[in-house]
């Protein structure tokens, strides 16, 4: 089935512009509400959004299709996405929603759903919520006695940042670290700092004022510079950023330099397999995990799995096979011990409680291997599919052959635009350069073609 709605994180899309609309909002809380309408006990669901103006305007239309077909509504405001998903669970919601366009600029905006386990929708699920969507759903209307009812849960945040905490060892305290954090001005605004603050770091904030447009602006895991220049500022041990809706962390060390998804996966792999709390032999990472945290996995020991890019896949790899760590490059870090889904926050804090323990500098806790050289071109094309022209085959297995062990090669379309993303990483940066030119300039002979 050819999706129209969701793509492979939820749906997103320009706030007030299809289909980021309020009328698709009012028809996507009717279908999912409906699809999630099982057995005779009173329905509810929970829905938490980030500091989007548009929030309020989507907020409020799903409200009005989750109570059309007679679904109780939990309120819980601004809150990460990983608060969403564990709130769903811990009260028993039916069904659970994020609106969040999570790392995007405040111009756009997204739904995601999750399931009463507080995972991610599955395929088929998304199949039968694009379906209701598009059928005529006046025949789903509740009756006026059974129409929902919506109020809202003040406490949503502090039973966020109590979760949050609980990940922590016991005893164990961030004293004497001096930790900055970027909320991106989005939905982990008051939770982040409260919870390190709570366990005792020294904490700075910033990108901590939202005013509804400034979400992601210059700020959060996509934007570095403010978080670098505040660690180097304040002479802070360790800078954590997020983005807009605090289910993805990069990591600043003492020295202002970035820490990004393998990295901390690497940190956490090694932690947990020394603690005997690795299950699976392994972790599990996207295909576009760079080589050198493949090479230093298997200097320890561990396996690396991969998925295609989207941590719902990383998700479904972990839940099947039995792994509780994995993730992307990008921070999303998924820790089956604790969550179903990225988290930022709770993310940091395992990697706080390696240098807490370890007490040496970020610097040494973090930089486990040295990155094998990767180079990203995306390549536009006009129509067809330039990657199965027989010209742009020949010219990939050459390539393939030429970096042979010492590297690798991941070509694969966007699921949104006309565009090739053409991935390359190996020992010898210039041949990876020169492969990756070769295949790029193919690719555009093909799509004139």
């Keep these: ?88 669970k811990s009260l028993r919601a039916d069904l659970g929603v994020m609106i969040s366009a999570s790392h995007n600029p405040f111009e756009d905006n997204g739904i995601k759903l999750f399931d009463p386990d507080g995972f991610k929708l599955g395929d088929d699920v998304e199949e039968q919520i694009e379906t209701l969507i598009e059928s005529d759903l006046a025949e789903y209307l509740s009756s006026s006695t059974d129409l929902g009812r919506a109020k809202r849960i003040e406490s ?24 900055v954090v970027d909320c991106a001005n989005g939905a982990a605004y008051k939770a982040a700092p409260e919870a390190l603050w709570e366990l005792g770091a020294e904490v700075i904030s910033i990108g901590d004022e939202p005013n509804g447009l400034n979400i992601n602006r210059d700020c959060g895991s996509t934007s570095l510079d403010a978080v670098a220049r505040k660690v180097h500022e304040v002479r802070a041990d360790i800078g954590i950023a997020l983005d807009g809706d605090a289910d993805r962390v990069i990591i600043i060390d003492e020295k202002g330099e970035a820490v990004d998804g393998d990295q901390l996966m690497a940190v956490v792999a090694k932690s947990w397999a020394d603690d005997a709390r690795l299950t699976g032999g392994g972790i599990v990472a996207t295909v576009m995990s760079n080589l050198g945290l493949e090479r230093y996995l298997e200097s320890i020991g561990l396996s690396l799995e991969r998925t295609p890019v989207g941590d719902r896949y990383v998700v479904e790899c972990m839940r099947a096979k039995g792994y509780n760590v994995g993730g992307e490059q990008s921070g999303h870090i998924v ?24 007490g040496k500098p970020v610097s040494e806790v973090c930089q486990r291997f040295e990155p094998f050289p990767q180079l990203l071109r995306n390549v536009r094309y006009r129509s067809g599919s330039p990657l199965t022209a027989e010209s742009v085959t020949a010219v990939i297995s050459a390539a393939e052959k030429r970096l042979g062990k010492s590297g690798r090669l991941v070509i694969r379309p966007s699921g949104t635009e006309p565009v090739i993303r053409v991935m390359g990483e190996g020992e010898d940066s210039r041949l990876v350069g020169m492969v990756v030119g070769d295949i790029v300039e193919a690719i555009e002979a093909a799509s004139v073609a």
């Design 156 to 179: 949503a945040n502090a039973r966020y940042v109590e979760f949050a905490k609980r990940t922590l060892p016991r005893g164990l305290k961030l004293d004497g670290l001096r930790v």
């Design 335 to 358: 820790l089956s011990d604790f969550t179903t889904t990225g988290d930022g926050l709770v993310s940091a804090l395992q990697v706080l409680a390696v240098v807490a323990a370890s």
């Design 1 to 88: 089935m050819t999706r129209k709605y969701f793509g492979t994180d939820g749906i997103r899309g320009q706030a007030n512009s299809y289909p980021m609309t309020a009328e698709v909002a009012l028809k996507v809380g009717m279908a999912a509400g409906i699809v999630f309408r099982r057995g005779s006990h009173r329905h509810r669901v929970v829905i938490g959004k980030d500091t989007r103006l548009s929030g309020y305007m989507i907020e409020n239309a799903m409200v009005a299709g989750f109570t059309a077909v007679g679904m109780d509504v939990f309120l819980l405001g601004p809150v990460p996405t990983p608060g969403v998903a564990m709130l769903t």
